[in-house]
């Protein structure tokens, strides 16, 4: 069965039925009025600044079906879009989906698209609330998550963690580790494989991050470490030394990056869709065991913040690094 025979209205009443089901499971008490009117309405605590991202996948760039299930990719589209209010310090509040897709896909793949992004929704307590359908030359899924944050007494932006806060002496540390995404995605496309690697879901991390008060700047690592760095560091008008002997990397990470004949260093500074968190610290804030116990992930020292705008990138044997800036999209 495909989309063209059950038309807009039948797909939206089976989309809601999957987004009730999903709400159920993930307890949110957030959602006032969800699917089936004009708008969704939300409910926000007193004191909170309301936090909005939007993110898109599109067949061809980001994902194919020959490569990826359904499922697999709808699970993939909201991980990256909650990614996100991760590196904002964000609760979740919900998620509005716009699906477009030709008439000619199967009603099947379309519907576990839906499944996959509920299945998202359960576990991070984000409901679908909305959204939009409409017919296309090929899938795409974009997601818009909102999410709220402590207004506190840190200025305009409250207890939310920005990109323009590094200062000079801050420490650097990432979340989990780099350059597994990129072995995944070369491992598929080279051996004509499946494709199952998800980001992880650092929601809980990022709130945590957020409640320090030695926290400086932070962002999530979609385009490769080096490239979003770099975001950092003119963001906040400074420069960084990192010491790329300390990247942590996947357990066989080497072995299997000579296998397909990449360089493993290079994978993980720059490979990309990573999600993990990107974040500094003040001098006086804890060390990487003392912020995996508070953030529920495992926590790498990297570097430190420096005077300046250079960004200077230790190798083995102490040479300074020169290589590629990470994805770009245009």
Same mark, same amino acid.
């Given at each position: 069965?495909?989309?063209?025979?059950?038309?807009e209205?039948g797909?939206?009443?089976?989309?809601?039925r999957i987004a009730r089901r999903?709400a159920?499971?993930?307890?949110?008490g957030?959602?006032?009025?969800?699917?089936?009117?004009?708008?969704a309405l939300l409910?926000?605590?007193?004191?909170?600044h309301?936090?909005?991202?939007?993110?898109?996948?599109?067949?061809?760039?980001?994902?194919r079906?020959t490569t990826?299930?359904?499922?697999?990719?709808?699970?993939?589209a909201?991980l990256?879009?909650?990614?996100?209010?991760?590196a904002? +310090?964000?609760?979740?509040?919900g998620?509005? @989906?716009?699906l *477009? !897709?030709p008439a000619? %896909?199967g009603v099947? &793949?379309?519907?576990?698209?839906?499944?996959?992004?509920a299945?998202?929704?359960?576990?991070a307590g984000?409901?679908?609330v909305g959204?939009n359908l409409?017919?296309?030359r090929?899938?795409s899924?974009t997601?818009?998550?909102l999410?709220?944050?402590?207004?506190g007494?840190?200025?305009r932006?409250?207890?939310?963690l920005?990109?323009?806060?590094?200062?000079?002496g801050?420490?650097?540390?990432?979340?989990g580790t780099?350059g597994?995404a990129?072995?995944?995605?070369?491992?598929a496309?080279r051996?004509? +494989?499946?494709?199952?690697?998800?980001?992880? @879901?650092?929601? *809980? !991390?990022?709130?945590? %991050?957020g409640?320090l &008060?030695a926290?400086?700047a932070?962002?999530d690592?979609s385009?490769?470490l080096?490239?979003d760095l770099?975001?950092?560091?003119r963001?906040s008008?400074?420069?960084?030394e990192?010491?790329?002997r300390?990247?942590?990397?996947?357990?066989?990470?080497?072995?299997a990056?000579?296998?397909?004949?990449?360089?493993?260093?290079w994978?993980?500074?720059a490979g990309?869709e990573?999600y993990?968190?990107?974040?500094t610290?003040?001098p006086?804030?804890?060390?990487?065991?003392?912020l995996?116990?508070?953030?529920?992930?495992?926590?790498?020292e990297?570097?430190r913040?420096?005077?300046?705008?250079?960004?200077r990138?230790?190798?083995?044997g102490g040479?300074?690094?020169e290589?590629?800036?990470g994805y770009?999209?245009f």
């Open positions: 069965m495909k989309l063209r025979d059950v038309g209205f797909l939206i009443e089976r989309i809601e999903a159920v499971r993930g307890g949110s957030s959602v006032l009025l969800g699917i089936g009117d004009d708008a409910r926000v605590r007193a004191g909170e309301v936090a909005v991202s939007t993110d898109a996948l599109v067949e061809g760039v980001h994902f079906f990826q299930a359904a499922r697999t990719i709808g699970r993939r909201l990256v879009a909650l990614s996100d209010l991760s904002m +310090g964000a609760r979740p509040l998620v509005t @989906l716009a *477009a !897709a000619g %896909l099947r &793949a379309a519907l576990d698209l839906a499944r996959g992004c299945d998202v929704a359960a576990r984000c409901p679908l959204g409409t017919r296309a090929v899938t899924l997601l818009t998550v999410g709220a944050v402590p207004a007494r840190a200025g932006a409250g207890r939310a920005l990109r323009w806060t590094a200062r000079p801050d420490r650097v540390f990432v979340t780099l597994g990129a072995l995944a995605r070369v491992r496309e051996l004509r +494989g499946r494709l199952r690697h998800l980001p992880p @879901l650092r929601l *809980a !991390a990022g709130r945590a %991050l409640r &008060a926290r400086g932070c962002i690592v385009d490769g080096v490239a770099r975001h950092v560091l963001a008008r400074v420069g960084a990192l010491d790329a300390r990247l942590p990397w996947p357990r066989g990470f080497r072995a990056c000579a296998r397909l004949g990449l360089d493993p260093l994978t993980a500074l990309g990573d993990e968190l990107l974040f610290l003040r006086g804030g804890p060390g990487p065991t003392a995996a116990r508070r953030l529920g992930a495992p926590v790498t990297l570097g913040i420096t005077r300046g705008r250079a960004l990138i230790v190798g083995p040479r300074v690094l290589g590629p800036a770009r999209h």
